[in-house]
T-cell receptor
Framework: AQSVTQLDSQVPVFEEAPVELRCNYSSSVSVYLFWYVQYPNQGLQLLLKYLSGSTLVKSINGFEAEFNKSQTSFHLRKPSVHISDTAEYFCAVSLYNNNDMRFGAGTRLTVKP | DTEVTQTPKHLVMGMTNKKSLKCEQHMGHRAMYWYKQKAKKPPELMFVYSYEKLSINESVPSRFSPECPNSSLLNLHLHALQPEDSALYLC?????????????FGDGTRLSIL
């Protein structure tokens, strides 16, 4: 079965600093990869996804993630974070044609002024 | 605003009560999901419905009973719950059997068992 490892449980950064949230996955077959964000007292919102094609995917709010097959990674990056980016970020993996999505343990991003 | 609506937002119940959680979506999705999320943990899949039929059941205790009365509604019936069942229960939906389309989540029902 597929699985996801998020290496950092908490990442504190200062406003306008760059950030990288790490995600590694394991699977014996091709997978789809996702990043979801969860703000306090809310459900999960899709941030970006890798399905196929270009290995660099971008969101509308400045986040990007790069699929690296050789390193089985899908790290999330943002060159300059805002206070409003403070949230829990979950990396997730899903097999092709399978709606069974598995989430990583989550990374708490805290942006300080 | 989320396109998946969950009610109630908060629920407190005793271990002998019977209650139901409701989830509704009007996006034409034919797959719907229940997840359980404990504090500071990721969501854990409980049930998947595909075309109103249960397709995945992750060995959830029988005190949780899902029901999908139509393609827009998904209920979770609760009976004789335990304190460890206190959690955020998330509903999600997606296009059927097509993970090219992401899952859309509701804001959840925060359940507390006394």
């Amino acid at each position: 079965a597929q699985s996801v490892t998020q290496l950092d449980s908490q990442v504190p950064v200062f406003e306008e600093a760059p950030v990288e949230l790490r995600c590694n996955y394991s699977s014996s077959v091709s997978v789809y990869l996702f990043w979801y964000v969860q703000y306090p007292n809310q459900g999960l919102q899709l941030l970006l996804k890798y399905l196929s094609g270009s290995t660099l995917v971008k969101s509308i709010n400045g986040f990007e993630a790069e699929f690296n097959k050789s390193q089985t990674s899908f790290h999330l990056r943002k060159p300059s974070v805002h206070i409003s980016d403070t949230a829990e970020y979950f990396c997730a993996v899903s097999l092709y044609n399978n709606n069974d999505m598995r989430f990583g343990a989550g990374t708490r991003l805290t942006v300080k002024p | 605003d989320t396109e998946v609506t969950q009610t109630p937002k908060h629920l407190v119940m005793g271990m002998t009560n019977k209650k139901s959680l409701k989830c509704e979506q009007h996006m034409g999705h034919r797959a719907m999901y229940w997840y359980k999320q404990k504090a500071k943990k990721p969501p854990e899949l409980m049930f998947v419905y595909s075309y109103e039929k249960l397709s995945i059941n992750e060995s959830v205790p029988s005190r949780f009973s899902p029901e999908c009365p139509n393609s827009s509604l998904l209920n979770l019936h609760l009976h004789a719950l335990q304190p460890e069942d206190s959690a955020l229960y998330l509903c999600a939906s997606s296009h059927i059997a097509d993970t090219l389309q992401p899952q859309h989540f509701g804001d959840g029902t925060r359940l507390s068992i006394l």
